[in-house]
């Protein structure tokens, strides 16, 4: 199965372009290849699904444009992301939210905006969690997204002073990135 993101996740991260960056979109989206080049000529559909090349490929170039290449903004990104999407989309969720609640949701999350893959939760309690993303060509850019959104996913549910790290990547050779989540009682 081909690696797909939904388009609410490109659509988030043209809205985030269009609000930080001056010189505009259409310059950075014209250094994209030609084929990711070509989705972006059409609107894209929130819930409609996309070649994960046109999301990876408009994170990279986002990073390099408009962050250095450090991949620093891409963390920035996901916590943006995770601020937006925790507080419009899932608020029905976060009336009754804890961190437990949400990290007991996180595949359902994943399912929700790419596929194919998974999230997997091997270890938790009530102030930290581990986490595991599989079976998903995820780029490193992807990766710091991730780690962004779940640190502000976990603020935002109601854990005091939240840290997320990426401890293990498949980009460095492990068969899943997994990461560790940490907060104060
Ligand atoms: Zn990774």
């Known amino acids: 199965m081909n690696a797909e993101a939904k388009g609410v996740g490109l659509r988030g991260i043209l809205k985030y372009i269009k609000l930080n960056h001056e010189p505009g979109i259409s310059s950075l989206l014209s250094r ?3 084929p990711e080049k070509k989705i972006f000529e059409s609107p894209i559909l929130t819930s409609k699904w996309y070649p994960y090349s046109a999301f990876a490929g408009l994170l990279k170039i986002m990073d390099e444009e408009m962050g ?4 620093r ?27 437990q609640f949400i990290i ?10 790419y596929r194919p893959g998974g999230m997997e939760v091997p ?12 079976d998903f060509p995820m780029v490193k850019q992807h990766c710091m997204v ?20 990426e401890v293990q990547c498949r980009n460095e050779g ?9 907060w104060d009682k």
């Open 68 to 71: 250095g290449g450090d991949l």
């Open 123 to 134: 270890e938790t309690s009530d102030t930290m969690v581990r986490i595991r993303i599989k």
């Open 146 to 165: 991730m780690e962004g959104w779940m640190e502000k996913s976990l603020l935002m549910s109601g854990a005091k002073n939240p840290r997320m790290k």
């Open 104 to 113: 007991k949701r996180s595949d359902w999350f994943w399912k929700q905006y």
């Open 73 to 99: 903004l891409c963390r920035k990104y996901g916590e943006s992301a995770g601020s937006l999407d925790l507080s419009s989309i899932f608020k029905i969720f976060l009336k009754v939210g804890s961190p």
């Open 174 to 182: 492990a068969p899943f990135c997994e990461y560790i989540g940490e």
């Open 32 to 34: 994209l290849a030609d």
